[in-house]
């Protein structure tokens, strides 16, 4: 059974680099079609999506945050992280790591139909001077 | 970007009630469509995939369905449990996205 860690700073000032690693137990980064999410809910509001990235190593980033954000992975310490830069206040959430997975069946093996079964507990990131 | 709106924001129901919420996207999303239920200080747990399908482990009084651009999460005889916030998500195009939430509060 897959599981997921949040760790990193829980304040990070304004303008600085929120740097986060979701740790991986019970899985491997490396598996085939996987991908390794990050989503984040600021205080009393929605989840946002931010991004992920593949089993194969490729990425994909919310338009929104584009500019601000990388995602890398560490397949020797099976950990896959999130760093973004030039915060402000409005990056202040809750971030979590997810993993987003194909749904299976034993008649047609994988399917397209993706969705994120298996959510690490949340990191509160505040950004504040 | 596909854009997920969920109605109504917030309703009160009483256990044993049958509950719908209502999820409308932007654009058709044929049943790429997700559903998690979320409780306070807790991370979301998914329920439905695909629109319909249920995910292991969740109690058969949780259904969805539609297709296209208009969904529905159904809870047939709420239980105290089942009191929490919302979220249905599109996995049809990326930037993934998830409606506003619906919070189903005790009347």
């Known amino acids: 059974q897959v599981q997921l860690q949040e760790s990193g700073p829980g304040l990070v000032k304004p303008s600085q680099t929120l740097s986060l690693t979701c740790t991986v137990s019970g899985g491997s980064l490396s598996s085939t079609y996987y991908y390794w999410s990050w989503i984040r809910q600021p205080p009393g509001k929605g989840l946002e999506w931010i991004g992920y990235?593949?089993?194969?190593?490729?990425?994909y980033y919310n338009p929104s945050l584009e500019s601000r954000i990388t995602i890398s992975v560490d397949t020797s310490e099976n950990q896959f992280s999130l760093k973004l830069s030039s915060v402000t206040a409005a990056d202040t959430a809750v971030y979590y790591c997810?993993?987003?997975?194909?749904?299976?069946?034993?008649?047609?093996?994988?399917?397209?139909?993706?969705?994120?079964?298996?959510w690490g507990k949340g990191t509160t990131v505040t950004v504040s001077s | 970007d596909i854009q997920m709106t969920q109605s109504p924001s917030s309703l009160s129901a009483s256990v044993g009630d049958r509950v719908t919420i209502t999820c409308r996207a932007s654009?058709?999303?044929?049943?790429?469509l997700n559903w998690y239920q979320q409780k306070p200080g807790k991370a979301p747990k998914l329920l439905i995939y695909?629109?319909?399908s249920l995910q292991s482990g969740v109690p058969s009084r949780f259904s969805g369905s539609g297709s296209g651009t208009d969904f529905t999460l159904t809870i047939s005889g709420l239980q105290p449990e089942d009191f929490a916030t919302y979220y249905c998500q599109q996995s049809y195009s990326t930037p993934l996205t998830f409606g506003g939430g619906t919070r189903v509060e005790i009347k």
């Open positions: 997810a993993n987003l997975s194909p749904s299976y069946s034993d008649n047609s093996g994988f399917s397209d139909y993706y969705y994120m079964d298996v």
């Open positions: 695909a629109a319909s």
């Open positions: 990235i593949s089993y194969s190593g490729s990425t």
């Open positions: 654009q058709s999303i044929s049943n790429y």
